[in-house]
């Protein structure tokens, strides 16, 4: 539920409140004294009190790297025995991310993923039928807590088995559905083939992958719902980070408890509110792994002010990509979802599509893969729009409705790479027809 005391606190409140939880935070830091307390002592921090809000951009920061190197308990700020649970990323960038939990901090983050819920109407009674995976990723088992802290009902789905997905809904009628933006399309899909009833859904809260804007319409077009936001980091919480509510405009950052900053990735210098810059959160009040000035990679703008909702939390964009997302083709630099906004919004093509990084020679091209809609002659204007809007040279290669992989399990599969041999797509490696 919307708590105004913590969700509505004016300025000046809110400021005194995250100052001491600072102060708190470095005190606690040095008295841990691993990574974080030794950088503290170096940039000439001896207690908390010494330090202001307006230091912040100032004090180290701390980085995936710093996790790897500690892996796997090496950053921990409590005794081993105190940690609750453990959770953290797949890893499909490499290492997975791990991270722990004092059982304060399960009922932190359990607080703010009800929140977040409570962001998309959610309340004691409601339904949430909640399809993000259980297991060491936190999207399931954080959704679930948050549902339960909330009084509401939640059916523990996790992912994949889509049949049996729509019967769910279909029988038990939630209001809340939970899951990846690109899962959301396909259950939306596939109880169109099915023509299952899914009108008793009010509202999705849809994270833990970057979408567009234009996904959203997508999505609204197959589901009764409301398409919300959310986003968090294993790293940070979970999800539960910030969370947009039925206002749509904008990510609500739990700034009591995640303190959060924009800072130009190639700098470090801190970015003016509504300036695309990455997203560095400091976790005063957690236990087990508190952060400080976390990077987290990913490009946002921040907006402050009052909501139509009546929070006054700052608002996060949605994220348009990660730093080290970012694909260099032939010497421009493109996000993966910028080029999702052009597809979609050309309205020649169905909302499913791949990149194809061709390594095959030294000079890498970039192949997109779409689903056009039927009769749409699309690929020549597709390449033509990615140029003219985004400086993108690519291929576009048209294929049947279908042949685009997608994804029942875990995060879509946005960019792929084909080395040699087979393509990651069957078909790509035809000659190009007159599309
Ligand atoms: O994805 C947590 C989560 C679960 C968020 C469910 C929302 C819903 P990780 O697996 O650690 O945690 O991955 C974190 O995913 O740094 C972003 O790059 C990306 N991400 C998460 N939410 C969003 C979002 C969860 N709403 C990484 N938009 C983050 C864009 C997102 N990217």
């Known amino acids: 539920m919307f708590d105004p005391k913590a969700e509505a606190m004016s300025t000046d409140e809110r400021a005194a409140l995250q100052r001491n939880r600072l102060r708190g935070l ?19 921090i001896e207690r908390g009190a010494d330090v202001t809000l307006a230091d912040l951009p100032r004090l180290p920061h701390t980085t995936k790297q710093d996790l790897w190197d500690a892996y796997p308990f090496g950053m921990l700020a409590v005794p081993r025995d105190q940690i609750a649970a453990v959770h953290g990323s797949s890893g499909t960038r490499g290492r997975p991310t791990l991270v722990a939990y004092t059982r304060a901090d399960l009922e932190l983050w359990a607080a703010m993923c009800a929140r977040s819920l409570a962001c998309a109407g959610a309340g004691p009674g409601s339904l949430v039928h909640n399809a993000y995976g259980y297991g060491l990723f936190t999207g399931g088992i954080g959704i679930h807590q948050g549902a339960v802290a909330l009084g509401a009902t939640v059916v523990p789905m996790s ?3 889509t049949e049996r997905q729509i019967r769910m809904i279909a029988d038990l009628r939630p209001d809340i559905l939970t899951c990846t933006p690109a899962y959301a399309l396909r259950l939306g899909e596939a109880a169109a083939e099915a023509g299952a009833d899914l009108s008793s859904l009010r509202a999705g809260v849809f994270g833990a992958e970057p979408w567009s804007e234009e996904m959203r319409t997508a999505i609204e ?39 959060v900053e924009t800072i130009d990735p190639r700098t470090g210098e801190p970015c003016a509110d509504g300036q695309p810059g990455e997203l560095v959160f400091t976790t005063p009040t957690k236990q087990a792994l508190p952060l400080l000035r976390y990077r ?4 946002a703008s921040l907006t402050r002010g009052p909501c139509g909702c009546g929070r006054t939390l700052a608002r996060m964009s949605k994220v ?8 260099v083709i032939r010497g421009v630099n493109v996000y993966p979802s910028e080029v999702e906004r052009v597809l ?10 791949q ?39 690519a291929e576009v290669r048209a294929l049947p409705v279908g042949a685009v992989p997608r994804v029942e399990i875990g995060k879509a599969v946005r960019v792929v790479t084909w080395e040699s041999g087979e393509p990651p797509i069957p078909g790509l490696d035809r000659p190009l027809t007159a599309t």
């Open 159 to 161: 992912g994949g088995m």
């Open 344 to 353: 979609l919004a050309s309205g020649l093509v169905g909302p499913h599509y």
């Open 320 to 327: 348009t990509g990660r730093a080290d997302d970012m694909l």
């Open 296 to 299: 987290t990679g990913d490009i």
């Open 221 to 259: 077009a197959v589901l009764p719902v409301k398409a919300l936001d959310i986003y968090g980091l294993s790293e940070v919480i979970g999800p539960g980070v910030a969370a947009e509510c039925l206002e749509q405009n904008g990510l609500h950052v739990n700034e009591d408890h995640f303190i």
């Open 26 to 44: 470095i005190d606690r830091l040095l008295a841990a004294d691993g990574v974080q307390g030794r950088r503290l002592r170096e940039a000439g």
């Open 355 to 393: 990149l194809v990084v061709d390594r095959r020679r030294p000079a890498a091209r970039l192949i997109v893969a779409c689903e056009p809609h039927a009769g749409a002659a699309a690929s020549a204007e597709l390449a033509k729009l990615l140029r003219a809007e985004i400086g993108l040279t």
